[in-house]
T-cell receptor
């Protein structure tokens, strides 16, 4: 069965520090997709990245980077030189995209506080 | 503007009084989904729809119904709401899951059942 674990419930760091949010997943399929979403205090859900299971290349987008490791079933998210605007709840999600199982499973989220 | 809209944004109701939360998208997306968000539990999928007239249960479908008569609309129906359905509800859409695109989320509906 699908499962997404975000073991860090809440993290606080001082502005300009780097921070990594962990995501560990479980799936029975060889084809699956992983996502990260951001939910700022205003409440909307903002897409950050999608990664399919065949693409293990790490991705960098500005101060954000993602490390996908199939060997450890992890898809971790790092914010470099954090800023107060990065304060939000971050969700990792998984979809197996099977023939009849197109559920999307979200982790419970990590609340990130960036302290000025 | 491409968007997913939900109505109402806020709703307070009483136990047992049927209600419908509407969801509409203007992006011609095939895939639509409903989630509920509860503190400490993250987002949990209630129902999803791959296309018109095709709906499937997510992880927490009990107490909810959906329909997909048109591609753009995916209403969430609570036939007999109970206090444990007090939650923040999000509708989402995406072009399709074959390629598993990002989901576009609506602004959320905060429901309180007393």
């Amino acid at each position: 069965a699908q499962k997404v674990t975000q073991a860090q419930t809440e993290i606080s760091v001082v502005e300009k520090e780097d921070v990594t949010l962990d995501c560990v997943y479980e799936t029975r399929d060889t084809t699956y997709y992983l996502f990260w979403y951001k939910q700022p205090p205003s409440g909307e859900l903002v897409f950050l990245i999608r990664r399919n299971s065949f693409d293990e290349q790490n991705e960098i987008s500005g101060r954000y980077s993602w490390n996908f490791q199939k060997s450890t079933s992890s898809f971790n998210f790092t914010i470099t030189a954090s800023q107060v605007v990065d304060s939000a709840v971050y969700f990792c999600a998984l979809s197996e995209a099977g023939y009849r199982d197109d559920k999307i499973i979200f982790g419970k989220g990590t609340r990130l506080h960036i302290l000025p | 503007e491409a968007q997913v809209t939900q109505n109402p944004r806020y709703l307070i109701t009483v136990t047992g009084k049927k209600l419908t939360v509407t969801c509409s998208q203007n992006m011609n997306h095939e895939y639509m989904s409903w989630y509920r968000q509860d503190p400490g539990l993250g987002l949990r999928q209630i129902y999803y729809s791959m296309n018109v007239e095709v709906t499937d249960k997510g992880d927490v479908p009990e107490g909810y119904k959906v329909s997909r008569k048109e591609k753009r609309n995916f209403p969430l129906i609570l036939e007999s709401p109970s206090p444990n359905q007090t939650s923040l509800y999000f509708c989402a859409s995406s072009p399709g899951l074959a390629e598993v695109y990002e989901q576009y989320f609506g602004p959320g509906t905060r429901l309180t059942v007393t």
